[in-house]
Nanobody, 119 residues
Framework: QVQLAESGGGLVQPGGSLRLSCSAS????????MSWYRQAPGKERELVAA????????VYADSVKGRFTISRDNSRDTVYLQMNSLKPEDTAVYYC????????????WGQGTQVTVSS
């Protein structure tokens, strides 16, 4: 019943921009911390960015710091990842995750969206 649906992936040229969206349903969105992960072929899934429940604080992987911005709109149950100055190394499947510890421990993943950075 809980669903996270990513969208916005696609093919872009190096230096280009892309905005990913993740819309949630079946959960109380504002009680979950949200994050974006990515996984390239043959590599481990890695954290890209995370944001707290009210969007007050965010963390980023060193590889994307200064280029990517995570944000959320709790009125729309949606989290975003704005990706600028894209590099070929950013090519991966990007996944949205929702997680919380209270009142109970819960974790949910989206199906992923492909981002390809190539000329």
């Amino acid at each position: 019943q809980v669903q996270l649906a990513e969208s916005g992936g696609g093919l872009v040229q190096p230096g280009g921009s892309l905005r990913l969206s993740c819309s949630a349903s079946g959960l109380t969105f504002s009680t979950f911390a949200m994050s974006w992960y990515r996984q390239a072929p043959g590599k481990e899934r890695e954290l890209v960015a995370a944001i707290t429940t009210a969007g007050i604080s965010a963390v980023y992987a060193d590889s994307v710091k200064g280029r990517f911005t995570i944000s959320r709109d709790n009125s729309r149950d949606t989290v975003y990842l704005q990706m600028n100055s894209l590099k070929p190394e950013d090519t991966a499947v990007y996944y949205c995750k929702a997680a919380r510890r209270r009142p109970t421990t819960s974790e949910y993943w989206g199906q992923g969206t492909q981002v390809t950075v190539s000329s």
